[in-house]
């Protein structure tokens, strides 16, 4: 595995240009072309175009293109995969999904980032974690992202504290003709799946895999919290059977157009909702953990981005440059302002500068932060959760009762880890 500080080049640091950027273009004068590949979702482009911009300030001879990626996270992990496994040199710099880590740095390719300036003591244990496999650091935590129960504070008087109570309130809503919809979450065949299913088993006591590593998804927890699902869906309607093609932005827009009492969603649909140009519930929201069931505890999925470097870039310096320049505090505090994406360095969470910053509360984003679960961290991640989604969301859609859907999603999922030599558990318990 090549290490950072092999791959130094000493490469000129220089002038930045953003491709489709507003800034003045110099290209003619760059030395160095260097590739960020990230998202744009919501107000992300402008803040990494601006941020990309200050370090051109610094950086005169270098040119950055900016390589914006598909909104959904599948489609950008099958990129990236793509991109990779060709081994392309670019993107030199990555946004990867906290999921990907494991297996982007057991493929090789990423670099390991040990020696990283300025270190990361700042950053919250939970987001270092993920960033590491087996041992070594392989990327830079840049925001965190947390599921989050929305709710509509003209409707309801608080949040609800248990399952039971999110399902009274979202019928009594929707009886009330108050709103149309009860609760919507991401319920596509996606990745967003998992996270929202996450959720649930975690609030009935479950999870995905265990402490030693095996498949769980068909304990009793589990069962529950996928029937507690489906009844919302096929029995109460209290969820909308469309929200099972929904992605993140569609869930956003039924609850910014007023159509839902209750939304599951990340901290970036914050600063969109409360934009009062194109919000109908502007002011008129809070955000609260998910809600236990019976056995279990509040749960919030784990996610969020961070920066990685292409094990074959050609300016791996520069490119460490460019993570630490996106990870500084000052640009976690512009990014928190613009978009509402929490930043992983705890120094901020004791800075009042963060409180003017976030758009929501820091006080209702805390018991969420506490709540927060991570997703396993294994390189077969990206296999085993298309392995749940595939089944989950045949339980969703009434093809197949919750258990059954689990049973075998546990059963193809065990395969999986021990033909990637990763367990030996049979496929069944
Ligand atoms: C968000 C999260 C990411 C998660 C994805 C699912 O982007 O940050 O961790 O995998 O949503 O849709």
Not at 179 to 184: E, I, Q, T
Not at 391 to 405: C, D, N, S
Request: proline share 7%.
């Amino acid at each position: 595995m090549p290490r950072l500080i092999a791959h130094a080049t000493g490469a000129a640091l220089g002038l930045l240009i953003l491709s489709g950027c507003t800034l003045a273009c110099r290209s003619q004068e760059a030395t160095t072309r260097l590739t960020f590949s990230g998202s744009a979702l919501g107000p992300e482009a402008d803040v990494v175009q601006r941020q990309l911009a200050r370090f051109a300030e610094r950086h005169p001879e270098v040119r950055v293109e900016l390589q914006v990626t598909p909104d959904s996270a599948d489609q950008r992990h099958q990129l990236f995969v793509q991109w990779l496994n060709a081994h392309a040199p670019t993107p030199d710099v990555l946004q990867l999904d906290v999921i990907w880590i494991a297996e982007f740095a057991a493929a090789g390719w990423i670099l390991p980032l040990d020696g990283f300036e300025p270190g990361i003591d700042d950053f919250l244990p939970a987001s270092v974690a993920t960033a590491r496999w087996r041992g070594a650091l392989y990327a830079i935590p840049w925001f965190v992202d947390v599921g989050m129960l929305y709710w509509r504070t003209d409707l309801l008087d608080r949040a609800p504290r248990s399952l039971i109570e999110l399902r009274q309130d979202a019928l009594r809503v929707r009886e009330a003709k108050s709103a149309r919809l009860g609760l919507v979450w991401q319920g596509a065949r996606y990745e967003g799946l998992v996270t929202v299913s996450l959720e649930h088993p975690g609030a009935f006591g479950g999870g995905i895999l265990d402490d030693r590593g095996r498949v769980i998804v068909d304990d009793p927890a589990a069962i529950r919290a996928l029937t507690f699902m489906a009844n919302a869906v096929n029995v109460d309607r209290v969820v909308p059977s469309s929200a099972l093609t929904w992605q993140e932005e569609q869930v956003r827009f039924a609850f910014q157009n007023g159509e839902a009492a209750f939304m599951r969603n990340w901290p970036y649909a914050w600063a969109l909702l409360q934009d009062e140009s194109r919000s109908r519930v502007a002011r008129r929201f809070a955000v609260a953990p998910f809600p236990a069931g019976e056995g279990g505890q509040p749960a919030a999925a784990l996610g969020g981005a961070q920066l990685a470097i292409n094990a074959r870039s050609a300016h791996p310096m520069l490119s460490s440059e460019l993570v630490a320049f996106l990870t500084a505090p000052d640009q976690m505090l512009e990014r928190a302002r613009l978009t509402a994406q929490l930043p992983p360095r705890r120094s901020l969470y004791d800075n009042t500068e963060l409180v003017a910053a976030l758009p929501m509360p820091l006080e209702q984003v805390r018991p969420i932060l506490e709540a927060a679960v991570p997703r396993p961290a294994t390189p077969v991640y990206s296999e085993l959760s298309e392995v749940l989604q595939v089944w989950l969301h045949r339980a969703l859609t009434g093809q197949q009762p919750p258990a059954v859907a689990l049973q075998q999603a546990a059963r193809e999922m065990r395969a999986l880890l021990v033909r990637a030599g990763l367990s030996t558990e049979g496929p069944t318990r």
